[in-house]
């Protein structure tokens, strides 16, 4: 059977990386893509170890430039794009009192520029290519639920739940699924930089097992949406949060 070929944002820590290690060991061919050089290089050579088809591409997803490029790489290297997991993203906060409009810019650049990005140059590639491919991006939580400190966080992961809408809306004509996840907290670089052990804490009582989820748990799931089994899945976000924003 033909080989699945995924393009993975973020690969280089947590969701990302759990990903790819997912993807490659079900049988796909990974583009590993993130900003920093050296975790993705660790990435690529630990995945490498066990024999999978891997290739990292060092990008920054808030450059279109940058971005289309990796979709290039990927199509030259390995002939298609079938996946594309829009994944990378901060967790800056920030007041709305005292805003830092640096930090808020950088964020809405990555989180949600960076996911447009994506989508705009993976779904471009898919339709020349006549490709049924599926696009996934990571919400949030955050994107459904407000919280204090996290204003442009939680702007940018409202705008990727719509972006993932409209983008099935459209591209559902050419056959390409759009759909997104949306995470409760999980145990990835992001969380473990909470210096405050109270609010750690706290947070972990939001989910039903009172602990974060682990990154392999977001892989498993993103994993299930590429299947032809999950095709019904489209425009929507799937909530994989243990239960966070239920309750
Ligand atoms: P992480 O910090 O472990 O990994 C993020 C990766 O993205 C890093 O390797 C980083 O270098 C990379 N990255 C950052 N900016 C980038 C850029 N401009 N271009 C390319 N790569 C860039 O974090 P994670 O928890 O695995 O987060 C992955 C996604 O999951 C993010 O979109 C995050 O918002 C989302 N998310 C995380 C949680 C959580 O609790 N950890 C919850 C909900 C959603």
């Given at each position: 059977m033909k080989k699945k070929?995924?393009?993975v944002t973020g690969a280089g820590s947590g969701i990302g990386k759990a990903t790819a290690d997912k993807f490659t060991e079900e049988g796909f061919q990974v583009v590993l893509a993130d900003v920093s050089e050296t975790r993705g290089k660790e990435v690529e050579a630990q995945l490498k170890e066990k024999?999978?088809?891997v290739l990292f591409v060092k990008?920054?997803?808030?450059?279109?430039?940058?971005?289309q490029h990796?979709?290039?790489?990927t199509v030259d290297t390995y002939g298609t794009?079938?996946?594309m997991f829009n994944n990378a993203g901060i967790g800056d906060m920030g007041s709305i009192l005292d805003p830092d409009l640096d930090m808020y810019q950088k964020t809405i650049e990555v989180n949600q520029h960076g996911v447009a990005y994506g989508i705009f140059a993976a779904a471009r590639k898919m339709v020349a290519l006549n490709v049924q491919g599926v696009i996934i991006n990571t919400a949030s939580v955050f994107g459904y639920m407000a919280s204090r400190g996290t204003f442009a966080y939680q702007a940018s992961k409202g705008a990727v739940r719509m972006m993932t809408q409209t983008a099935a809306l459209e591209l559902g004509?050419?056959?390409?699924?759009?759909?997104?996840i949306a995470p409760g907290g999980v145990d990835t670089p992001i969380?473990?930089?909470?210096?405050d052990m109270g609010a750690l804490e706290s947070l972990k009582r939001k989910h039903l097992r009172n602990e974060l989820i682990q990154p392999e748990e977001i892989a498993g799931v993103a994993y299930l949406l590429t299947s032809p089994d999950a095709q019904a899945v489209n425009g929507s976000v799937v909530m994989a949060d243990d239960?966070?924003?239920s309750f």
């Open positions: 070929v995924a393009v024999g999978r088809e990008t920054d997803v808030s450059s279109y430039d940058q971005v990796l979709i290039e790489k794009i079938d996946v004509e050419h056959g390409i699924r759009v759909v997104g969380i473990q930089g909470y210096k239960g966070y924003a």
